[in-house]
């Protein structure tokens, strides 16, 4: 706990230096954004593809990225039933960037969010997926640097959303059957 | 359940990520050369596509962050509200794109057949009627080509065709199929009763007549051409011979509903399949043959198409022209060029 709130402490020590970085900080952290973004580039990857082997392989992707996101909220939702963390500026002084989120800490919705996407793409697509890691990781950081979120609760968020994107795509074989079928009708009206 | 705690927020939103869609299908369109999709014509157009896409996310993100900064910092619509939201937007973006595009392709269209000045003469063609296109200055009989257009293809595309056969010294007859003629058996007259009419014209070598046919016209003509032995050369122009099942690289062919009024089309596929020009192909040599595809064809499956011709006589000769889709081809100025060329030296 001493250094997730140190860690916290260096983060959200570069929050209210200056008004540009301040700025910055609010336009990655916010609910709007990098999700918006994230979630474009799953639409863009349901078109994208050069074969149709391809765009079969990231048709997938999405597909599997929704399941597991529903998966990974309703271990987030789980998770605050049994234990609440208060947010960090519920008992320290900090430089809060946003307005106060009232729910539990832990684990970090956003980062759930993020990682979630970001492994369930990767594992499909190491490219996309890079791409998607690097938002979710500035989501992640821009949440702590805002006060938001201990260090601890992005780590949280990070293991529910690859464990979900891992069990989804992994260990959920049975999903294929139903993608390819989903796939294979889309296709008769040309949408996939 | 859906709360919305602002309404203007939520509609804020709703116009970015409409915006911000639409701005990835024109990204994704240019990337893939999605044409279906793409409300600039590559061709002409090129990057331009990716300038229109980041000015559509870059006008949708402004609106939304400059106009609704500070409620942004508040407490905004739950995720699952966020995500019906995206949703809603996503599907209209698609939505609208595939109508914008249809509509603007057809008037495209419609602009670049209307630039075509017809120099032809109708004739009556069995049932039915074609255009015939006769060279200038004629000094003796000129070999003479029937040309068999497509189910859906344009008539304009092999109007310039014939129009530069013509120049070239070649009589062009062309055939308009329309839908109540193309009904298998009927259909199988049309091509004789061509030739029939090429044949009894003064201003044509009968000795040296051809036939070239694109997309199902292309099948019907190989058809043809395997027992009528007055046909001395055959080309076919992205016969379709083996089709592929329909996806989204239909788009890359053309417009959204077009697409899919040509997938549903079942009468294609039947047609197809009666023809059989696959077996009927084989029966065509030692009078030469020629294949043309475009490397970008989605349309037809080359694989399976190249196999059988790899199993051909030599006198089956198979050309791909790079960057060029099934209904560009009739239109490419390499391809026509390919094709004269290959009828000088065969007629």
């Given at each position: 706990?001493?250094?997730?709130?140190?860690?916290?402490?260096?983060?959200?020590?570069?929050?209210?230096?200056?008004?540009?970085?301040?700025?910055?900080?609010?336009?990655l952290?916010n609910d709007?954004?990098?999700?918006?973004?994230?979630?474009?580039?799953?639409?863009?990857?349901?078109?994208?593809?050069?074969?149709?082997e391809?765009?079969?392989?990231?048709q997938?992707?999405?597909?599997?990225?929704?399941?597991?996101?529903?998966?990974?909220?309703?271990?987030?939702?789980?998770?605050?039933?049994?234990?609440?963390?208060?947010?960090?500026?519920?008992?320290?002084?900090?430089?809060?960037?946003?307005?106060?989120?009232?729910?539990?800490?832990?684990?970090?919705?956003?980062?759930?969010?993020?990682?979630?996407?970001?492994?369930?793409?990767?594992?499909?697509?190491?490219?996309?997926?890079?791409?998607?890691?690097?938002?979710?990781?500035?989501?992640?950081?821009?949440?702590?640097?805002?006060?938001?979120?201990?260090?601890?609760?992005?780590?949280g968020?990070?293991?529910v959303?690859?464990?979900?994107?891992?069990?989804?795509?992994?260990?959920?074989?049975?999903?294929?059957r139903?993608w390819?079928?989903?796939?294979?009708?889309?296709?008769?009206?040309?949408?996939? | 359940?859906?709360?919305?705690?602002?309404?203007?927020?939520?509609?804020?939103?709703?116009?970015?990520?409409?915006?911000?869609?639409?701005?990835?299908?024109?990204?994704?369109?240019?990337?893939?050369?999605?044409?279906?999709?793409?409300?600039?014509d590559?061709a002409?157009?090129?990057?331009?596509?990716?300038?229109?896409?980041?000015?559509?996310?870059?006008?949708?993100?402004?609106?939304?962050?400059?106009?609704?900064?500070?409620?942004?910092?508040?407490?905004?619509?739950?995720g699952?509200?966020?995500?019906?939201?995206?949703?809603?937007?996503?599907?209209?973006?698609?939505?609208?794109?595939?109508?914008?595009?249809?509509?603007?392709?057809?008037?495209r269209?419609?602009?670049?057949?209307?630039?075509?000045?017809?120099?032809?003469?109708?004739?009556?063609?069995?049932?039915?009627?074609?255009?015939?296109?006769?060279?200038?200055?004629?000094?003796?009989?000129?070999?003479?080509?029937?040309?068999?257009?497509?189910?859906?293809?344009?008539?304009?595309?092999?109007?310039?065709?014939?129009?530069?056969?013509?120049?070239?010294?070649?009589a062009?007859?062309?055939?308009?199929?329309?839908?109540?003629?193309?009904?298998?058996?009927?259909?199988?007259?049309?091509?004789?009763?061509?030739?029939?009419?090429?044949?009894?014209?003064?201003?044509?070598?009968?000795?040296?007549?051809?036939?070239?046919?694109?997309?199902?016209?292309g099948?019907?003509?190989i058809?043809?051409?395997?027992?009528?032995?007055?046909?001395?050369?055959?080309?076919?122009?992205?016969?379709?011979?083996?089709?592929?099942?329909?996806?989204?690289?239909?788009?890359?062919e053309?417009?959204?509903?077009?697409?899919?009024?040509?997938?549903?089309?079942r009468?294609?596929?039947?047609?197809?399949?009666?023809?059989?020009?696959?077996?009927?192909?084989?029966?065509?040599?030692?009078?030469?043959?020629?294949?043309?595809?475009?490397?970008?064809?989605?349309?037809?499956?080359?694989?399976?198409?190249?196999?059988?011709?790899?199993?051909?006589?030599?006198?089956?000769?198979?050309?791909?022209?790079?960057?060029?889709?099934?209904?560009?081809?009739?239109?490419?100025?390499?391809?026509?060029?390919?094709?004269?060329?290959?009828?000088?030296?065969?007629?």
């Amino acid at each position: 706990m001493a250094i997730d709130w140190a860690l916290f402490q260096i983060a959200n020590g570069l929050a209210g230096r200056s008004p540009v970085l301040d700025r910055i900080i609010q336009v990655l952290m916010n609910d709007y954004a990098l999700t918006t973004a994230m979630v474009l580039v799953l639409f863009a990857l349901w078109f994208s593809g050069s074969s149709l082997e391809a765009r079969e392989r990231n048709q997938r992707a999405v597909l599997s990225a929704i399941v597991a996101l529903l998966l990974a909220n309703l271990i987030v939702k789980a998770c605050n039933l049994i234990f609440y963390r208060p947010r960090p500026f519920a008992y320290h002084e900090v430089t809060l960037l946003f307005y106060h989120p009232s729910d539990s800490s832990f684990p970090s919705n956003a980062a759930t969010v993020g990682f979630c996407i970001a492994a369930s793409v990767w594992l499909f697509n190491h490219k996309a997926g890079f791409l998607l890691y690097i938002l979710a990781c500035l989501l992640s950081l821009a949440r702590v640097c805002g006060g938001v979120h201990y260090p601890s609760d992005i780590l949280g968020g990070l293991l529910v959303g690859t464990f979900s994107a891992w069990l989804v795509i992994r260990k959920w074989r049975f999903l294929d059957r139903w993608w390819m079928a989903i796939i294979h009708w889309l296709r008769r009206w040309l949408l996939a | 359940m859906l709360y919305f705690v602002s309404v203007k927020l939520a509609l804020g939103y709703l116009l970015f990520s409409f915006l911000s869609a639409l701005g990835i299908l024109q990204l994704v369109a240019t990337r893939y050369r999605l044409r279906g999709l793409a409300f600039l014509d590559h061709a002409q157009h090129g990057a331009k596509g990716y300038a229109l896409a980041a000015l559509l996310i870059v006008c949708g993100a402004l609106l939304f962050f400059a106009g609704e900064w500070h409620a942004i910092l508040t407490p905004g619509p739950a995720g699952s509200e966020l995500a019906f939201l995206f949703g809603l937007s996503a599907t209209g973006a698609l939505a609208v794109t595939c109508i914008v595009t249809s509509i603007i392709q057809e008037q495209r269209h419609g602009f670049l057949t209307q630039a075509i000045t017809d120099q032809g003469e109708t004739v009556t063609v069995g049932r039915g009627t074609g255009r015939l296109y006769l060279p200038h200055n004629l000094n003796a009989p000129a070999p003479a080509v029937v040309l068999v257009p497509g189910l859906n293809s344009n008539k304009g595309d092999l109007t310039i065709l014939a129009h530069q056969m013509a120049e070239e010294g070649f009589a062009a007859l062309v055939i308009c199929l329309d839908r109540g003629s193309c009904s298998y058996p009927e259909v199988l007259a049309i091509v004789p009763a061509a030739i029939s009419v090429l044949s009894k014209r003064p201003e044509v070598d009968e000795q040296r007549l051809g036939i070239v046919g694109h997309d199902l016209g292309g099948d019907l003509a190989i058809r043809a051409a395997s027992t009528d032995k007055q046909i001395k050369a055959v080309a076919a122009l992205a016969p379709v011979l083996v089709e592929v099942p329909p996806s989204l690289d239909l788009l890359r062919e053309m417009p959204y509903l077009e697409a899919l009024r040509w997938a549903q089309d079942r009468s294609r596929a039947n047609l197809r399949a009666a023809l059989h020009a696959l077996e009927y192909g084989g029966r065509i040599a030692p009078r030469p043959f020629l294949l043309l595809y475009g490397a970008e064809d989605r349309v037809v499956s080359r694989a399976p198409t190249e196999a059988w011709q790899a199993q051909q006589a030599a006198s089956m000769r198979l050309e791909v022209i790079e960057g060029v889709g099934h209904f560009d081809l009739v239109k490419h100025p390499l391809a026509a060029r390919i094709l004269i060329q290959w009828l000088r030296e065969h007629l």
